[in-house]
């Protein structure tokens, strides 16, 4: 009889202990976790959002506690649904409900696989890779697509560059060149004129950079290297200007002196000098005037073919007035000019009447003075 109890109550709990393993198998088999990407592969500095399902395969609502394990301490994640962050969610029978997973890779991280999971209580995990592509930096990447420009001395150049943060932190750059002096330089981030710009982590700002080279800079190829840096990261962008030369020209006469007298109807010849204060020649150098109505002026030469950087050539110029011109100041104005630049000399021409003009006045008035003598000796008395 006692036998029979021992083997009875034997079979007892091995029924129970079946039971309760099915049970569990049971319960284990209820919950699911499901995404479709389950190993990503990124560069540094990414960001990865999982949409992730939890599926309740059971006929009894699952309370269940949400953790994510394994992911590295130096990266951000957060949980959420909708506009909450979930640590725990319930699911309906044969329901499910789906959860987002943000998961930031740092910038600096090395290249390589990642493993970390997502849980459900003890329900349910899903193991997630991510793949690190390249070795991850904490640096400043300053870059433009069009780094050399060229032109003459007067033009203003304007380069288009790119200032991206490529570390964890918020970052404030100060702007500066190694420009030499004369060379003005202005950084305009977003397109505001600005000494320094704050840049969020991982974020990029464009930059316009204005470059303008001093006054009567001889032709060359120069180097503008312009920084952007921090207390713990920088980036310099070489930019190179090419200067074609600079065209100027300056009009004047051997003494400076822009004035003159002539009497009316006869003709003046003026000494002028052009001069070449340009760092490029000059060529086809043409001699213009504007004068006072039936005045005239002749050059010699009237086009001056070629002037050397910083030579001058000799013009005459041969200034007729008109010979009914009144005493007084007239203004003539002498102009070189080529297809890039121009000088205008204005003369100041005071006009003299003829002596004979003056002494022809002076017999009319005299003439006119007898005549009223005459008549009063001869009329007066009556």
Do not use: C
């Not at 964890?168 to 030499?180: G, P, V």
């Not at 004068?291 to 030579?311: M, S």
Request: net charge positive.
């Amino acid at each position: 009889m006692s036998k029979f109890i021992k083997s009875l109550r034997l079979i007892t709990i091995l029924f129970y202990g079946l039971s309760v393993n099915d049970s569990q198998a049971t319960v284990a088999d209820s919950v699911t976790l499901f995404t479709p990407y389950t190993r990503i592969s990124v560069p540094p500095g990414e960001s990865i959002i999982y949409s992730i399902d939890v599926i309740n395969n059971s006929k009894e609502i699952r309370n269940m506690e949400i953790t994510v394990t394994g992911i590295p301490r130096s990266w951000n994640y957060s949980l959420t649904s909708g506009n909450y962050k979930v640590g725990q969610i319930a699911v309906m029978p044969d329901q499910k409900q789906t959860l987002n997973l943000k998961v930031e890779v740092p910038l600096k991280v090395n290249k390589g696989s990642y493993n970390f999971k997502v849980t459900a209580g003890s329900e349910a995990s899903l193991s997630l890779v991510v793949v690190v592509t390249e070795q991850g930096t904490f640096e400043t990447e300053f870059t433009t697509k069009q780094s050399n420009m060229q032109g003459h001395a007067a033009s203003a150049f304007t380069f288009t560059a790119e200032l991206k943060n490529r570390t964890a932190e918020k970052q404030l750059y100060a702007f500066r060149t190694n420009a030499l002096r004369g060379w003005n330089v202005i950084f305009k981030p977003n397109y505001n004129q600005a000494t320094s710009v704050e840049i969020e982590p991982n974020s990029t700002v464009n930059v316009t950079i204005e470059i303008k080279p001093p006054v009567n800079i001889q032709a060359g190829t120069y180097q503008i290297p312009v920084i952007a840096g921090t207390n713990v990261t920088s980036a310099t962008l070489n930019l190179e200007v090419v200067i074609t030369g600079s065209f100027n020209v300056e009009l004047t006469t051997p003494t400076g002196l822009l004035s003159t007298d002539i009497t009316a109807g006869d003709v003046k010849r003026v000494e002028l000098v052009v001069k070449n204060t340009g760092s490029s020649a000059l060529t086809d150098v043409e001699m213009t005037f504007s004068a006072p109505v039936n005045w005239d002026v002749v050059f010699d030469p009237k086009k001056i073919d070629r002037i050397e950087a910083g030579n001058n050539a000799q013009v005459f110029a041969s200034i007729k007035a008109d010979r009914k011109a009144i005493a007084g100041d007239y203004v003539t104005n002498l102009e070189a000019k080529t297809p890039e630049v121009a000088s205008k000399a204005t003369f100041r021409i005071s006009v003299k009447t003829p002596m004979l003009l003056g002494w022809i006045g002076v017999f009319i008035i005299l003439a006119a003075l007898g005549s009223v003598y005459y008549l009063f000796r001869k009329y007066g008395r009556r």
